[in-house]
C-alpha cells in the first residue's frame, strides 16, 4: 500500500509519523489505520531509529475515527473495525522503541486512544482530549476503556468515558493522562528534544526498560522483578553496555552501537 495519508521523516535517529488528513482533522478511517500500522513497522524495523514521535498535521491530532465510514456498519463489521484499530495501537504499544505522542489540538475517540498507546505523551496547551463516543451511541472501540483505565484510574475513566466530558491540557495533566503541556508554537522542538535524549542513550538498555515497564503493567509484582533481572542481566552480553561504563569511567562521552 502506498501511504497517502501517513508519512514517516527521519531526523537523526528520530522517526516521526505524522497522519496528514487535515480536511477531516486526521479522522480515522480503515485506510489511515493500515497506512499507520505501515509506517509504525517500518520505523520499528529501522535500526537507525531510536525513538518514534507520533503526530497530527493541522488543527488536530487526530480528532476520533471517521463516523462517515461508522454510520453503516453491522455488528459483526463494527467489531472488525474496533478490532483492525486495537491491533495497530496494541502494535504501537508494544513497538521496541520509545513513542512519544506530539499532540497538536483535538485527540478525541481514537485520537485519545492513539496517545495512550504511546509510551509518553506531550500535549500542546490548546490540545483537548475525551472518549465522547457514548453520545454516539457507542463505546470506545480502539482500547480506549482499558487504556484509560489503566493511565487514570477507575473511577476517574468512568467519569469522562459515561459523559463523554473534553477536557483541556491542563487537566489531562493533572490526571496524569499526559506528561507535559507545552506552548503549542514550542510541541515539535520539546517533542524533538525528549526524543533526542532517549536516542543518546544506549538503545538497546532502553528497549530492555520499555519491556520490562509494560512487563509490570500487564503482570504481578513477583514476576516483574524476575522478568526485570533477566533484561538486566542481558545488559551485560551487549557492546553498549562496555561502551557505557569503559565511557563513564574514563570521563568521556559514551559512543553507542545499538548492539
Known sequence: MNLQFVTLSRENHVGIIK????????????RIISELGIAAAEAENDENLYA??????????????DISEMVSLDSMAGEEFGRKGADVF????????PVIAAVNGFALGGGCELAMACDIRIAADNAKFGQPEVGLGITPGFSGTVRMTKLIGAAKAKELIFTGRVIDAAEALSTGLVNKVVPAA?????????AGAIASKAPV????SKESINFAVDNNTDDSIQNECRLFGHCFS????KEGMEAFLAKRKPIFENK
Open 90 to 97: 496494541r502494535m504501537i504499544e508494544q513497538m521496541k522503541k
Open 205 to 208: 538498555a532502553v528497549r530492555f
Open 186 to 194: 514550542e510541541l515539535m522542538q520539546i517533542a524533538m528534544e525528549m
Open 238 to 241: 551487549t557492546k553498549d553496555q
Open 19 to 30: 497522519i496528514n488528513n487535515p480536511a477531516s482533522l486526521n479522522a480515522l478511517n480503515s
Open 52 to 65: 518514534i514521535i507520533i503526530t497530527g498535521e493541522g488543527r488536530a491530532f487526530v480528532a476520533g475515527a
